[in-house]
């Protein structure tokens, strides 16, 4: 047989292959963005809750600046696996893991691992036709407002918070609704 046919042959069989390693790239990059907005989604739903227990909790507890600090998050995120579950859904995927509440940097982040409900597919490579790709993602819950933590929680508090300026919170005469937007409050962003 000539050479040129051998030759033929490798070339198209190394294309095979690279079509198949390309497949796999692109179900592991529709994994990691479902994994991204399950991980957000869990965070931006316990920021959320945050807010709820800070007007709950101004006026009524003498700790509701720790609220702010983003102290004592334990039982926050109760939505948080509907929302991760509900995006990830979205991204045409399944958490596998997750959200389960970690630690970035001295902040509360929930991490979230998801597969994909498609396979790779049939390529020349064998094994690809039943395989996931799975990613995982970790977003974190930063404060956006700076202020005294020695203030006395009765009266009235001075937050400076980024973009949005000043917001006074006085406990003897406070109305949940006067409350800023949780955005304001709180980013959320994915760990590096």
Not at 88 to 94: K, L, V
């Amino acid at each position: 047989m000539p050479i040129y046919i051998w030759m033929t042959a490798i070339l198209f069989f190394a294309a095979l292959a690279f079509f198949a390693f390309a497949q796999a790239a692109s179900a592991r990059n529709g994994a990691q963005s479902a994994a991204d907005a399950a991980a957000l989604a869990a965070a931006q739903s316990a920021r959320d809750e945050l807010l709820l227990d800070l007007g709950e909790a101004v006026g009524n507890d003498d700790d509701w600046t720790d609220v702010l600090d983003l102290d004592g998050l334990a039982g926050l995120g109760d939505g948080a696996g509907a929302a991760a579950s509900d995006l990830a859904a979205q991204n045409d995927a399944t958490v596998v893991a997750g959200p389960n509440g970690t630690t970035v940097n001295g902040y509360p982040g929930y991490e979230v691992e998801v597969e994909t409900q498609s396979t790779v597919g049939d390529t020349v490579i064998p094994g690809t036709e039943s395989m996931h790709a799975t990613a995982h993602a970790t977003a974190v819950l930063v404060p956006r407002c700076d202020f005294d933590t020695e203030a006395d929680p009765e009266k009235p508090l001075a937050l400076d918070c980024d973009g949005v300026g000043e917001v006074v919170i006085d406990p003897e005469d406070f109305d949940p609704l006067d409350l800023p937007d949780a955005s304001d409050l709180f980013s959320v962003h994915l760990a590096d």
